[in-house]
């Protein structure tokens, strides 16, 4: 069982900077891709960013390639979202989940656990 917990959100304007965190509870964390998702009012859960167990290999989407940047301190059982450039498409509820089984992926149903979520909103 793993429980994470998002923090880091706000009210930014366009072209600030955000990182958010994700705090993970459980010694399996390390051993789980994570990924991290939004999900702005009136539209569906899209993929942002996922990275591998290990750290090493990462995915972003076409959206944010180039402006955010995922990582991970499994010694620490943290997990980041560096976020440059913002615009304010990018404001959304943002969620981070891992998965047990399984390499990095996009699509939301392959992860099991969930935070509850991190508010971020950009002004234009």
């Known amino acids: 069982q793993v429980r994470l917990v998002e923090s880091g959100g706000g009210v930014v304007q366009a072209g600030a900077s955000l990182t958010l965190s994700c705090a993970a509870s459980?010694?399996?964390?390390?051993?789980?891709?994570m990924g991290w998702f939004r999900q702005a009012p009136g539209k569906e859960r899209e993929f942002v960013a996922a990275i591998s167990w290990s750290g090493d290999v990462t995915y972003y989407a076409g959206s944010v390639r180039g402006r955010f940047t995922i990582s991970r301190d499994n010694a620490k059982n943290m997990a980041y979202l560096q976020m440059n450039s913002l615009k304010p498409e990018d404001t959304a509820v943002y969620y981070c989940?891992?998965?047990?089984?399984?390499?990095?992926?996009?699509?939301?149903?392959?992860?099991?656990?969930w935070g509850q979520g991190t508010q971020v909103t950009v002004s234009s």
């Open positions: 459980g010694r399996a964390f390390s051993s789980y891709a």
């Open positions: 989940a891992c998965r047990s089984v399984g390499g990095l992926a996009t699509y939301a149903p392959l992860y099991d656990y």
